[in-house]
């Protein structure tokens, strides 16, 4: 390997590690710039915390609350918790329940509504963008109850992007490919002989009567 192409080797891996490593500053610090400052503190979370306490009454579907639970008078129950005082971007949910192994999450973002699993006595995420209401639907038969439920809607989770991230490699790269396509304008001036003449005249060594001839 010439002494040459070694070089240039090293100049791209430089630049790599520095477009990398921008490129990962920007996504963590920038991009989430609100979780990183709740994490260390310097900031207070906008979290919230939901329990059955929070559930609408008027939500309630095939099922009534019973001594603090939820229980199904029939299959297809379902509750919501609704009217968050903030849009959340990621939601976390938590159910206890002897009977009921899982329950379909049901969250609203703007007009539409996704669903999700949520496994009983495991911590689960659902992130996504703006949640204004959340609708738990379970029982597959009467008699199903749920006697406890976490919910922490938070709108600064952390997400790291590798779409957004990879993105900016790519227009780095991209840039620094145009750039080393474009060469110097010739503008046909002999540079050269310009600065002889003008070293002829500067130079000092010449003798005094040679330079008046």
Same mark, same amino acid.
């Given at each position: 390997m010439s002494g040459m192409n070694k070089k240039k080797i090293i100049k791209n891996a430089v630049f790599a590690l520095i477009v990398v490593a921008l490129a990962a500053a920007l996504e963590i610090c920038a991009f989430n710039f609100k979780?990183?400052?709740?994490? *260390?503190?310097?900031? +207070?979370?906008?979290?919230r915390t939901y329990t059955l306490a929070d559930v609408d009454e008027a939500s309630?579907?095939?099922?009534?609350?019973?001594?603090?639970? #939820?229980?199904? &008078?029939?299959?297809?129950?379902? *509750?919501?918790? +609704?009217?968050?005082?903030?849009?959340?971007?990621?939601?976390?949910? +938590?159910?206890?329940?002897?009977?009921? &192994?899982?329950?379909?999450?049901?969250?609203?973002?703007?007009?539409?509504e996704k669903r999700?699993? #949520?496994?009983?006595?495991?911590?689960?995420?659902?992130v996504d963008d703006d949640a204004v209401s959340v609708r738990f639907e379970f029982g597959e038969k009467g008699g199903d109850s749920i006697s406890a439920l976490t919910l922490i809607a938070d709108g600064e989770q952390f997400h790291f992007s590798w779409a957004r991230f990879i993105a900016m490699i790519a227009v780095?790269?991209?840039?620094?490919?145009? *750039?080393?396509?474009?060469?110097?304008?010739?503008?046909?001036?002999?540079?050269?002989?310009?600065?002889?003449?003008?070293? +002829?005249?500067?130079d000092p060594a010449l003798p005094e009567t040679e330079k008046k001839e």
């Open positions: 979780p990183v400052t709740v994490s *260390f503190g310097w900031r +207070e979370s906008g979290a309630l579907v095939n099922c009534s609350i019973e001594n603090g639970a #939820l229980v199904a &008078s029939s299959a297809g129950a379902s *509750f919501a918790i +609704e009217n968050f005082d903030l849009g959340f971007d990621a939601i976390r949910a +938590e159910i206890s329940s002897d009977t009921v &192994s899982s329950v379909t999450v049901v969250y609203t973002v703007g007009q539409d999700a699993e #949520l496994v009983g006595g495991a911590s689960n995420t659902y780095c790269v991209v840039t620094r490919a145009l *750039f080393s396509l474009q060469r110097p304008i010739d503008y046909g001036i002999d540079t050269s002989s310009v600065g002889k003449k003008e070293g +002829e005249k500067a």
